[in-house]
């Protein structure tokens, strides 16, 4: 199949062919590193230690370095499931944001800033951390230097920062983000491994879907101004289409294009990767939820998978905790995972950000068949 046909079809469409296209075979690929760890206790400490010296170390990446973490801290802190703690089941927990400091730190991380786009809120992260029930003075004494930024609206910043999409934009051609995102040497993306209502699962790469500042693409957001104090999420304009960013964004690069969150849920969150590409994913596995990113869907479970994972490029990293959840990370529309979807990991591909081909990725540590636990649909 040319390439032109290929995007013609769309790239998530149809079924992934032996003979791949060019691009296919040329993405980018990295080693993933996987470790087992039963809890968040003791044991985690030497096992991230691990995770990350099978990739080669922190030092090489984030010496002398600003480090920003984006969190996942979906849906508000008052929803929970069965009661338990947000960390154990769709938020990132906190016990792996301490540890991570601690390490980026003792590898030489000049700063470290935690982030996130505080749902329904321009408030400061601290608040909606203490909300979630955390430990926010744990947090500050894990390293030196140690920033909050709520990256819903302009924060701390004085200007928003334009991020061009690498490649051909599906959606939107750059997206205005929060100074956080651009004023930083490294990123990284701290991610569940769960399932998402429309993305089929959600993990490092779609953890950063919550970079883009409601106070710009949120249901309330400033028609000619961003709307410094949002209190709503990014339905209309992410997930249905149904408006416009305010002026301050490029607008849609096709506005005939189709207005489902199937559809464009997956190519924000490709495109996101491509202007704002991630340094390090981390996938928390210990204990997590399937069947949904969060409490508000039904049908919501309660997993234990134990595991860890982490790669320096988000399409390989996820690629392989898909292949962990018993999923076909190569699947079409219509198959597994992507049952209602497109397929995000191949629309990254054709974006050149890194391989689907599980042939083509080293995984150091546990295999994938030792750390297989199988999700819903699986």
Same mark, same amino acid.
């Given at each position: ?5 290929? %995007? ?43 995770l990350f010296d099978?990739?080669?170390? %922190? ?19 008052g929803l929970r ?73 302009? $924060? %701390? ?30 990123? /990284? ?36 101004e961003p709307n ?9 304009? #992410? ?10 964004? %490029?607008?849609? /690069? ?86 209602? #979807? ?11 950000? $890194? ?24």
């Amino acid at each position: 199949m040319k390439r032109r046909h290929f %995007l013609a079809a769309g790239a998530a469409s149809v079924p992934f062919l032996a003979n791949s296209p060019a691009w296919a075979k040329e993405a980018p690929t990295a080693p993933v590193s996987i470790v087992k760890c039963p809890t968040y206790r003791e044991e985690l400490l030497p096992a991230m230690e691990k995770l990350f010296d099978q990739m080669g170390g %922190l030092g090489r990446i984030v010496k002398n370095k600003t480090v920003t973490i984006k969190l996942n801290l979906t849906g508000s802190p008052g929803l929970r499931f069965q009661g338990k703690a947000l960390g154990v089941t769709h938020y990132t927990h906190p016990s792996t944001i301490e540890v991570m400091a601690h390490l980026l730190d003792r590898a030489g991380a000049r700063r470290i800033r935690l982030v996130e786009s505080a749902w329904g809120t321009a408030g400061p992260l601290e608040e909606y951390m203490l909300d979630s029930g955390w430990n926010v003075r744990r947090l500050k004494a894990a390293a030196k230097n140690v920033e909050f930024e709520n990256t819903n609206a302009l $924060g %701390l910043g004085k200007k928003y920062h334009r991020f061009a999409v690498s490649g051909k934009p599906y959606i939107f051609p750059a997206y205005e983000l929060n100074h956080s995102y651009y004023d930083t040497d490294v990123f /990284v993306s701290m991610a569940k491994l769960k399932n998402h209502a429309t993305c089929g699962v959600t993990l490092t790469m779609k953890n950063i879907f919550g970079i883009t500042p409601a106070s710009i693409y949120g249901d309330n957001a400033g028609v000619d101004e961003p709307n410094e104090s949002p209190t709503s999420g990014r339905g209309k304009v #992410c997930h249905e289409g149904s408006r416009a960013p305010s002026k301050i964004a %490029l607008p849609e /690069v096709d506005l005939n294009s189709p207005r489902d969150a199937h559809y464009r849920m997956p190519r924000i969150t490709a495109e996101l990767n491509a202007a704002r590409p991630i340094d390090i994913g981390f996938i928390d596995g210990i204990e997590t939820v399937s069947g949904g990113e969060g409490p508000w869907i039904r049908g919501l479970k309660l997993e234990s998978p134990g595991i860890l994972i982490a790669g320096t490029n988000a399409v390989t990293t996820d690629v392989v905790g898909t292949a962990v959840m018993g999923y076909d990370p190569r699947a079409p529309k219509g198959a597994g995972a992507f049952a209602k #979807c497109d397929n995000t990991f191949l629309l990254a591909e054709q974006l050149g950000l $890194g391989t689907t081909d599980l042939k083509r990725i080293e995984v150091v540590g546990t295999s994938i068949e030792q750390a297989r636990y199988r999700f819903p649909g699986a």
